[in-house]
């Protein structure tokens, strides 16, 4: 039997009358990399935002370790160990690089983060902090301002200080969103990498990311799930292929090969 780390029970978040995300039932994989894609509009936003609880649910449940989050807050479920990278680069522009991770390990010191402490009294986390930077090849670029790095450098910074909060369930919202070819391909593989022992779920418009990577997709569409299993699956799908017509059609057929 499936070890599932993540899952959500006839989710559901109505606005005013619009039903942004209905019924969704989604099945994470421990170890897995899951994509969550669809056409713009089509709810993969919302249903990040309930899983991590900047939106409470209409209706339906979410369980994480078989546990029941459904009513749990934010920071709750952060500490709970599920982590969220923006759509948004989110770091500090004029901290350094090796900074930025230090804010990030100050959850292992069992306290809130301490933005007024001396950085002398942080230095007992450079060296797991250039593990980290080690990890997403940001080595060379620890005293480097983070204002400075490529928008690519970036995200991999993000990624850095996602894992400094030592998730158990990593969730990264459009990790690629704005790249060109080359900084998608390097971090496309920052993400195979750091995949290794940790489950990740990802909402992701770059279909050849998507087929290089995941072991699984749900496809989502007008706030339901359209159809879910392996990129081969689901790519031949007719009924995703028409919702794909005229955005991102081309790519999905593309990226097969």
């Not at 952060?78 to 350094?96: D, E, L, W």
């Not at 496809?219 to 028409?242: F, I, R, T």
Request: net charge neutral; hydrophobic share 45%.
């Amino acid at each position: 039997m499936a070890d599932v780390i993540l899952e959500t029970r006839q989710l559901t978040k109505e606005f005013k009358g619009f039903t942004a995300v209905s019924g969704v039932d989604l099945r994470v994989e421990r170890g897995h990399i899951h994509a969550l894609i669809g056409p713009n509009g089509a709810g993969k936003t919302t249903c990040f935002n309930l899983l991590t609880k900047f939106l409470a649910p209409t209706s339906g449940r979410i369980l994480f370790n078989g546990r029941d989050i459904t009513a749990a807050r934010p920071a709750q479920v952060a500490r709970m160990g599920i982590i969220r990278s923006f759509q948004i680069s989110a770091v500090f522009p004029h901290m350094t690089v090796l900074e930025n991770v230090r804010v990030g390990l100050q959850r292992r010191l069992g306290t809130s983060f301490h933005f007024w402490r001396s950085s002398r009294s942080l230095d007992g986390l450079n060296g797991q902090a250039l593990a980290l930077l080690g990890e997403v090849g940001l080595e060379n670029f620890a005293d480097t301002l983070t204002a400075d790095l490529p928008y690519g450098r970036k995200r991999a910074l993000e990624i850095a200080t996602t894992l400094a909060m030592e998730p158990e369930l990593m969730l990264l919202d459009e990790p690629t969103q704005g790249m060109g070819h080359e900084d998608v391909h390097r971090v496309t593989e920052l993400i195979r990498k750091v995949a290794a022992g940790r489950t990740i779920l990802m909402v992701e418009h770059n279909m050849k990311v998507v087929a290089g990577i995941c072991d699984r997709i749900s496809v989502l569409k007008q706030g339901a799930v359209l159809a879910e299993g392996s990129y081969a699956e689901v790519s031949g799908n007719p009924q995703v292929m028409e919702a794909y017509m005229g955005t991102a059609d081309g790519e999905l057929a593309g990226a097969r090969h």
